[in-house]
């Protein structure tokens, strides 16, 4: 096989895996620390692109919009927060998982009523354009490097966040063990909504970068948030370094699949059948991966220590 | 006879279950009344919302009874629906050979999905549920042969080779449909009653107990699953047969979480609660999307309201409200 | 429910009897929510346009259209026509952009024995063993377009050729389409998940490593541009000419004029009719839709303005008896009327026999973007089910 072809979807699979992984970071400590199923965590992933590509619409430069994006998606956040989670949290996940499911309806149909039905196309800065020699015959678009480097500075930051800082502390105490960290004089309060907050500029900050590739469209958290569930459960819930290796992961098998599976498959298949069942297969086997590993390892990879 | 008479009308003092009465009775008369009245389309949208209540209270008798949130029953729907069709595709339009083929394929995903899902708990099991619907949800839309994501029309209904019986007429398509929709309740109501619905119901309610006195839950609970799934099969035979047509959108995840939905909306763990759920649910979508294309904007904070505000459903309201007067 | 039930029993009273056909309701399916709502727009612009130019009249009868939404899916595309038919009760049904709502719908509207036109979709099934006395469409059927470019390909020069298209009836009816002519090697094909994938990485990476000499394309709607954009980021613009199908269009192009991707200028595409086609019917709707709506149409426009236009032929045809199903359906088979598209003949199916013509992206002589029509790619093109369908000419 070719190695440069395989390097790229490599590299394509790695990019699609971080934007997996910006939703999964946020949507794993929220679930984690507050035990919350937020289904309208894909929601934070749209209002993102659309919050963010108007700013940069507006002002005719994408980084301006990344930039104002970060404190519009933490205020967003927040509110949501406060006004319509904060009284799931002593509710069942049945609960959780309807009332949120009312919000994806409702922050859809509000983001059709401010801009429109036909979405909104974000253009690529001019400077990130083009595509760029990694040497050995391989190129590559310069802005998927871009998302690829912006990715592993999050997760770098996370790591130093969680890691080494007093919030950290307070968020790893929470995920770990909830009702102790409470008990221990912490703002359990105020630490949910600066978790939240944070949850929501990642996944806003996700939506907003892949918009110029694939434009804002209503809905379009939707997808994302069922593979971000899938990771999630696959690293297991509340571990930030469990959602990375399983966001890479499940990017990388679920892009080589697509590219190089119905090749597999006629190996051992007749010419159409293995075209009819490369795309079926392909699109089954990160959810084949799931159940895979949940059926081995029901808690996840990487379940939190002391968790439940 | 008496006496029954006296419960029925000690019954009916429960707003509920004058609310379940009204229901039941629209579904036995739309037939008559609504092709008398010039408004036919009616009787479709009726047996499509009974069809959703037999699914609903599939779903009943795993959730509410057994405490085990399924993220993807609907997969359930597609398979019965999907068997209707593909057969019907090759030429195989019997419905002695479609339905018990529908109904058992059902059973057998069920059984072999609940014995992986039923490993785990809470979240890890709503979402495992989710990923193995996806499975047959993605498997539906590549599989070309049977017409991917634009789905499959069905050319001939199920033929019971009865002369006299036969789906096409609508006023037979209809009164089949409300009878499997009384058969189910009545299915669950038995079960319920049994000792089979007492462990499931301890189960939900104190694991570890049930399991010290010997009874092994993990049996009981697979079981469960496996009816609820044989039942929502019948709802998708039901419905292919009635919509003459199947997709994948018949699995996707939003239609378990709105099978979720109807059965919270009616009450969950109560007999009828799903029947007058799904009723609800359906016709309040009817109705706001007859008033504006944006009724999502409506629809999704009555949601979160129902969820916050009425625990118990629409039962549980009406019964609340007989015993606060 | 009870109120129209008894809204409905209050009407019937005050009437009392049926009511007096003095108007003739068409029932209009497009998408109205979702992102590609953008299509149903230029459609029911396109509809008010038609009915404005015959001054809201076909022969002596009112026209009264009622639009439904099949919120880009089969299911809900199936209710909203069971909604017309049976409780709106129109006369005849039209419209459908998408062959899956198509599928799924028709058996109803057919199923009453009332006429269903469709504006675009044209799906194999019922171009062949499906076909149906009261089924006529007056766009064209799936696999046409795609033929013709196949044909263009020939005459090219092209040799290797790579396929992306979405994994739908539609994608999957233009693919083979483009097989079914294309002379040269196809050297890979992918289909993708739709609507739902909005990133062809993957598949572009595939194309890039494959050196085609040409890739040929076909995503409708706003997915077009999307996949567009992503070919010319993975630089393949410059190296591998691009060839589509209902992918650049009045729609997408200002969207890529005001994006500057001038890479876009100068690809080819084949259609049975562009804004710039010669005919007097088309100078007219171009140049009136132009004023009313500042914007060029598109093919969906066009053959929606078209689908207008051919009913009020029919209905003129049986002096506005429109229950005479048999004169209705006699008028329609007949299609005698002016097309945008220029003359024409109603095959045995009840599809089109038409030209298919070469169109490539230009700018006009104010600078906005759009096509200019080449030459006949096929000439009286019937399509290839038709043979397969039991009704005679």
């Known amino acids: 096989m070719d190695y440069v072809l395989l390097t790229e979807q490599f590299l394509n699979g790695f990019q699609l895996g971080i934007i997996l992984f910006l939703m999964a970071a946020g949507l794993t400590l929220v679930f984690g620390i507050m035990d919350l199923v937020n289904l309208a965590h894909g929601s934070m992933f749209m209002i993102g692109a659309f919050v963010g590509g108007t700013i940069a619409l507006l002002t005719g430069s994408f980084v301006v919009g990344v930039i104002l994006m970060v404190p519009a998606m933490l205020v967003i956040g927040v509110v949501v927060e406060m006004t319509a989670l904060r009284t799931l949290y002593p509710r069942d996940h049945l609960d959780q998982v309807l009332a949120t499911f009312g919000l994806i309806l409702f922050f859809n149909e509000a983001t059709r009523l401010i801009w429109g039905p036909e979405g909104l196309v974000v253009p690529l800065p001019a400077f990130l354009d083009g595509i760029v020699s990694l040497g050995f015959g391989i190129t590559y678009p310069v802005y998927r490097i871009f998302i690829i480097v912006i990715g592993l500075l999050v997760a770098f930051g996370l790591y130093l966040l969680v890691g080494k800082t007093r919030i950290g502390m307070l968020i790893r105490a929470g995920a770990s063990n909830r009702t102790m960290a409470g008990v221990l004089g912490v703002n359990i309060p105020k630490l949910f909504s600066i978790v939240f907050g944070l949850g929501a500029v990642l996944a806003g900050l996700a939506g907003l970068i892949i918009t110029p590739i694939t434009q804002a469209a209503i809905g379009m958290g939707e997808d994302v948030l069922i593979l971000a569930f899938v990771v999630i459960v696959i690293g297991g819930i509340g571990s930030i370094r469990g959602a990375f290796v399983a966001s890479i992961v499940t990017g990388v098998i679920d892009t080589l699949g697509r590219s190089f599976l119905d090749v597999v498959l006629l190996l051992f298949l007749p010419a159409n059948a293995a075209e009819s069942a490369g795309p079926a297969v392909s699109s089954m086997l990160i959810y084949i991966l799931m159940a895979a590993i949940l059926f081995f390892r029901p808690q996840g990879l990487f379940p939190p220590k002391g968790a439940r | ?325 | ?393």
């Open chain 3, 1 to 393: 429910m009870l109120k129209k039930l008894m809204g409905s029993a209050a009407l019937l009273t005050l009437l009392a009897g049926p009511a007096v056909a003095d108007t003739v309701k068409i029932g209009f399916v497009t998408t109205l929510t979702t992102p590609v709502a953008v299509i149903g727009k230029d459609m029911r612009d396109a509809v008010d346009l038609a009915v404005e130019h015959i001054g809201g009249k076909m022969g002596n009868l009112d026209v009264e259209i009622v639009y439904a939404d099949d919120e880009f899916n089969s299911q809900k595309g199936k209710q909203a026509t069971e909604r017309l038919v049976l409780s709106d009760k129109v006369d005849i049904v039209a419209g459908y952009i998408w062959s899956n709502v198509l599928l799924a719908s028709a058996p109803v509207v057919l199923g009453e024995g009332k006429i269903l036109i469709s504006a675009n979709a044209g799906p194999s099934p019922l171009a062949g063993a499906q076909c149906n006395e009261n089924f006529f469409n007056i766009a064209w059927q799936n696999d046409q377009t795609p033929m013709a470019l196949g044909e263009l390909l020939n005459q090219q020069g092209v040799k290797s050729l790579y396929l992306v298209a979405p994994n739908y009836a539609a994608g999957q009816n233009m693919v083979a389409g483009v097989e079914r002519t294309f002379k040269g090697k196809v050297v890979g094909k992918d289909m993708t998940v739709w609507p739902s994938q909005r990133d062809w990485s993957a598949e572009l990476t595939k194309v890039k490593s494959a050196k085609p000499e040409g890739v040929f394309t076909f995503y409708p709607g706003p997915a077009g541009p999307a996949f567009i954009k992503q070919y010319q980021q993975a630089g393949l613009a410059g190296d591998v000419p691009l060839y589509s199908v209902y992918t650049l269009d009045s729609i997408s192009l200002p969207l890529f004029q005001k994006a500057g991707m001038e890479t876009v200028l100068g690809t080819k595409m084949t259609q049975f009719w562009a804004p710039d086609l010669d005919n007097a019917t088309n100078k007219k709707f171009v140049a009136d839709f132009r004023a009313k709506y500042g914007r060029y149409p598109s093919f969906y426009a066009a053959q929606s303005y078209d689908s207008i236009m051919y009913i009020a032929s029919a209905v003129k045809a049986v002096n506005g008896d429109v229950k005479n199903t048999d004169g209705m359906r006699a008028a329609l088979k007949a299609a005698n009327f002016d097309s945008v598209r220029g003359p024409f003949k109603m095959g045995n199916n009840h599809f089109p026999i038409q030209n298919f013509y070469e169109r490539t992206v230009v700018k006009d002589a104010d600078g906005n973007w759009t096509t200019a029509v080449g030459r006949a790619v096929l000439k009286g093109h019937q399509d290839p089910y038709a043979s397969q369908c039991k009704m005679k000419g």
């Open chain 2, 1 to 325: 006879m008496q006496k029954y008479g006296r419960r029925l009308m000690g019954a009916l003092r429960n707003p509920a279950n004058v609310f379940t009465a009204l229901v039941l009775v629209i579904f036995a008369l739309t037939p008559i009344v609504a092709p008398a009245l010039d408004e036919s389309f009616y009787v479709i949208v009726f047996a499509r919302i009974m069809i959703w209540g037999i699914a609903a209270v599939s779903v009943n008798l795993i959730m509410g009874y057994g405490g085990l949130i399924s993220f993807g029953h609907a997969v359930y729907l597609g398979i019965g629906g999907y068997t209707v069709g593909i057969l019907a595709f090759h030429g195989v339009t019997s419905a002695w050979i479609q339905w018990p083929v529908a109904i058992g394929l059902s059973g057998l995903v069920a059984l072999i999905f609940g014995a992986i899902s039923l490993r785990t708990k809470g979240v890890y099991f709503i979402m495992i549920t989710l990923a193995l619907a996806q499975m047959i949800f993605f498997l539906s839309v590549s599989a070309e042969r049977y017409g991917s994501d634009d789905g499959l029309s069905i050319l001939a209904r199920s033929d019971f080779g009865v002369s006299g019986f036969s789906l096409n007429d609508k006023t037979t398509m209809y009164y089949t449909i409300f009878a499997f929709l009384l058969a189910s309740v009545f299915v669950s109501w038995r079960l319920v009653q049994s000792r089979f619905g007492t462990v499931i119901r301890a189960a939900k309610s104190n694991d570890p107990r049930v399991q010290s006195i010997g009874v092994a839950a993990y049996r009981y609970r697979l079981t469960a699953f496996v009816i609820a799934g044989m039942m929502c099969g019948i709802a998708g035979l039901l419905q292919a047969n009635l919509e003459s047509f199947v997709s994948p959108d018949m699995m996707n995840w939003q239609r378990s979480g709105e099978l979720i939905f109807m059965v919270v909306l009616g009450g969950m763990s109560t007999l009828f609660g799903p029947v007058t759920g799904a009723f609800v649910f359906l016709m309040l979508s009817e109705i706001l999307a007859g008033w504006t294309i944006h009724w999502h904007i409506i629809f999704g904070p009555f949601l979160v309201l129902v969820v916050l505000f009425a625990r118990g459903g629409i039962a549980g309201l009406l019964t609340r409200r007989a015993e606060r007067d």
